[in-house]
C-alpha cells in the first residue's frame, strides 16, 4: 500500500512512539529467554526468587514508607529550619530517606532559592534512591549501615562546602518556576494495584517460608511448584504494566531509568505498587544478567571483582554518576548476590543522586554537574578507605 507523504507523517509518530519504547525491551528479552530451552529454567528461577525474596519485602517496605509519608503531609509534617547549619543536616536525612521523594524537596527548594549549594549536596550524597528499599529487603542490616554512613558523609560534605564557597554559591535569585512532569493514569496502574491488594498477604507469607527455609508447598499442602508459578507469572505481570505505563513530557532515557511520576491524589498503596513494579524490573534484570554470565561463562563474578582489586570501588562510584535510579538498582543488585564488593556498594551509594538529579540538570544544568562532581569527592575516599582498610 503506498502511503502519501502527509500520511506518513500522520502515523508513523503513533508507531513510533509503540515500537521505540526500551521499556518494552525488558518483557521481550525476559520473554525470549522464557522460550529459550536453554535459558527457561535458569531464567524462570531468577524471577521467581526475585519475586519471593525481593519484590514482596520491597512492597511491604514501600507501602510502610507511603504511608507515613503521606500521613506526614497531610500534618504538614515538614518544616525547613532556618540555621544554615541544621539546613545541612536536615537535608541529609531527607536524602538518607529510601527513595528519591526528599532528595527531590531540597532541590526543588534550592532552585527557589531558599536552601544553599551545600544542602543539595548533602541531599545528593546521602541519598541512595530507590536502590535504598531493595538493600532493605535484602540486607537490612547492610542497609541500615549504609544509610548511616550516608547521612554523616552528606552533613559533613554539604557543611564543608558551605564553609569554603558560602551559602550563596550558585544560589538561584528569586523564585523558579518548577514544571512537573504531567502524569499520565493509566488502566495498567489501577489492574496492578488490585493484583497486589489480592495477593499481598498471601505472597508475604510464602516469603516468610522461604526466608525460615521452609519449603512453601509442602507446608501449605500444595502440588509441587505452584508457589514458583504464581511467583514467576506475578512477576512477569509485573514488568509488563511497568512496561505499559508511561509518564508524559520524560525523555526515553529518564523514562527507563527513573521512577514514574505519583498522582499526589492518589491512594499511598497504589505508588507504592507503582514503585515495587519499578525495582522488581530493574532488580530481575541485573539477577538475570548475573546468572547467565555465570553460566555461559563458568566464571564466579565475585572473583572477577575481587581480581579488580581496586577497580571495584571506581566502577560503582563511576555508574553512580548516571542519573536515575535503574543503574544504581543494578549495582544494588550485584552486591545482593555478592558478585561486587562492599566497597563498591559504598561508593556507589555516596556517589549516585537517583532522580533527584533530572529536576537540577533541566533548570539549573551548572548546578547539576558541580553538585555530582562534589559529591562523588567523597564517595572516592569513603569507598577506598574502606577498600584499603577492610578489604
Not at 88 to 113: E, K, W
Not at 142 to 158: F, K, P, Q, R, Y
Not at 324 to 339: D, F, M, R
Request: include cysteine; aromatic fraction near 14%; hydrophobic fraction near 55%.
Amino acid at each position: 500500500m503506498d502511503l502519501s507523504r502527509n500520511s506518513q507523517h500522520t502515523y508513523f509518530p503513533m508507531y513510533q512512539k509503540v515500537l521505540l519504547r526500551w521499556r518494552y525491551f525488558f518483557p521481550v528479552f525476559i520473554g525470549a529467554l522464557l522460550f529459550a530451552p536453554t535459558t527457561r529454567d535458569i531464567v524462570f528461577g531468577v524471577i521467581t526468587d526475585a519475586f519471593f525474596q525481593v519484590g514482596v519485602f520491597v512492597l511491604a517496605t514501600l507501602s510502610l514508607y507511603h504511608a507515613v509519608t503521606d500521613l506526614c503531609s497531610r500534618l504538614s509534617f515538614i518544616s525547613f529550619p532556618k540555621s544554615r547549619s541544621l539546613t545541612i543536616i536536615f537535608a541529609a536525612v531527607l536524602g538518607a530517606l529510601p527513595g528519591c521523594g526528599g532528595a527531590i524537596i531540597v532541590i526543588t527548594q534550592f532552585i527557589q532559592g531558599k536552601f544553599s549549594f551545600g544542602a543539595v549536596v548533602a541531599v545528593l550524597t546521602a541519598t541512595m534512591g530507590d536502590a535504598a528499599f531493595l538493600l532493605i529487603a535484602a540486607k537490612p542490616l547492610d542497609a541500615m549501615h549504609m544509610i548511616i554512613v550516608c547521612l554523616s558523609v552528606g552533613s559533613i560534605t554539604g557543611y564543608l562546602v558551605d564553609l569554603a564557597f558560602g551559602d550563596k554559591y550558585l544560589r538561584q535569585e528569586g523564585e523558579t518556576a518548577i514544571k512537573k512532569s504531567a502524569v499520565v493514569k493509566g488502566h495498567s496502574i489501577a489492574v496492578a494495584t488490585t493484583l497486589w491488594k489480592i495477593f499481598l498477604l498471601p505472597a508475604l507469607l510464602v516469603s516468610t517460608l522461604i526466608s525460615f527455609q521452609i519449603e512453601p508447598n509442602a507446608w501449605l499442602g500444595l502440588p509441587d511448584y505452584s508457589v514458583e508459578l504464581f511467583g514467576g507469572i506475578f512477576a512477569m505481570f509485573g514488568i509488563l504494566l511497568w512496561a505499559k505505563d508511561k509518564t508524559a513530557q520524560k525523555s526515553q532515557y529518564q523514562e527507563l531509568v527513573a521512577e514514574d511520576d505519583k498522582n499526589t491524589e492518589s491512594h499511598w498503596f497504589g505508588r507504592a505498587v507503582q514503585d515495587t513494579n519499578f525495582v522488581l524490573t530493574w532488580a530481575i534484570a541485573a539477577f538475570i544478567l548475573f546468572e547467565l554470565m555465570v553460566h555461559w561463562s563458568g566464571v564466579q563474578l565475585n572473583l572477577w571483582f575481587q581480581h579488580l582489586g581496586a577497580f571495584a570501588p571506581l566502577m560503582g562510584i563511576i555508574v553512580g554518576l548516571l542519573p536515575g535510579c535503574g543503574p544504581q538498582i543494578v549495582v544494588t543488585s550485584l552486591y545482593i548476590q555478592g558478585a561486587i564488593p562492599f566497597s563498591a556498594q559504598l561508593g556507589n551509594a555516596i556517589s549516585n543522586d537517583g532522580d533527584a538529579l533530572f529536576p537540577a540538570i533541566a533548570l539549573a544544568p551548572k548546578v547539576a554537574i558541580y553538585a555530582t562532581l562534589f559529591s562523588t569527592i567523597p564517595a572516592l575516599f569513603v569507598a577506598y578507605g574502606y577498600f584499603w582498610l577492610f578489604e
